[in-house]
């Protein structure tokens, strides 16, 4: 999955898609480099962000998105994801032809939240209605709170136990569990400690305990498939000592080593090529 920021403050790259000429070509590298699924943000969920509201949203997203059906063409099998919390922004862009929505809001805690509730309360019905692939990320708060909110016992097993309530309340919606991906969310509320615990530990993520969660099939394991989106993130800079996001991409890499070795799906990445060159050559290599 390779990422498209539409906002001019992404904490990595926000301002350089400044244009649909600029989408449409980031886009096309990406492709050839070996990107499946393309993933399009408009509102920047970077520690401290400023939430701009839908109509802002759509305003930086539909452009985009009506130019990239375009490489449909050329390649019919691309996926475009849109990463958003708000229904009406993804209702408006599956109708527009997006095929999945990635909410970094799917599995949020509700308690911090004014009037105990941070996720749209449209957002699970659509997705049921639509029956589109939907990414339910785990994370706590809002941009403005997360870091505040990075309390655990253990981390790996309330992350797990907070996703599964959030799949069972997508499931109680009339969501098919066939059409649902877990996000461990890497870097909302959580420490850089947290982090690398969790992938440390991504196996025990992709196990069942056959309860109300809906537990389905993954490439051979038990669970829901997993995406895990590292890419140039501050754990891996805190690890590095490299403040720089843009210059973190061998930690990068060798998280996504990591995590496809663990069983991960899908990689949500900015840079496509180098990123599949490591996977292809670490799943040559690895035993059978």
Not at 70 to 96: K, M
Not at 259 to 279: C, K
């Amino acid at each position: 999955m390779g990422v498209l920021n539409l906002t001019p403050d992404s904490f990595s790259d926000g301002g350089r898609l400044d244009s649909v000429e600029a989408v449409l070509a980031q886009a096309r590298r990406m492709l050839a480099q070996g990107a499946a699924v393309l993933d399009l943000g408009a509102q920047s969920t970077r520690p401290g962000a400023t939430e701009v509201g839908p109509t802002e949203e759509l305003r930086r997203l539909l452009p985009a998105l009506r130019v990239l059906q375009q490489l449909r063409q050329e390649h019919p099998a691309l996926l475009l994801s849109i990463d958003t919390f708000d229904a009406s922004v993804a209702e408006a862009a599956l109708a527009e032809g997006a095929d999945w929505i990635n909410d970094v809001r799917g599995a949020n805690r509700t308690a911090e939240a004014p009037g105990g509730t941070l996720r749209d309360p449209a957002m699970l019905p659509l997705i049921a209605r639509q029956g589109c692939p939907y990414v339910l990320m785990h994370s706590r708060g809002t941009s403005q709170s997360m870091d505040s909110l990075a309390a655990y016992g253990d981390v790996v097993a309330e992350v797990r136990a907070e996703l599964q309530a959030a799949t069972a309340s997508a499931l109680s919606a009339g969501v098919n569990p066939e059409q649902i991906i877990w996000d461990v969310g890497l870097g909302f509320a959580k420490t850089t400690a947290q982090n690398l615990e969790l992938l440390r530990r991504l196996p025990e993520l992709m196990e069942t305990d056959g309860n109300s969660s809906g537990g389905r099939s993954s490439g051979g394991r038990s669970g829901y498939p997993l995406l895990v989106g590292p890419s140039r993130k501050r754990f891996i800079g805190a690890v590095l000592d490299e403040p720089r996001p843009r210059a973190r991409l061998w930690g990068t890499a060798a998280v996504c080593t990591l995590a496809v070795a663990a069983g991960a799906r899908v990689l949500r990445v900015h840079d496509v090529g180098p990123i599949a060159q490591t996977v292809r050559m670490a799943t040559a290599i690895s035993p059978r």
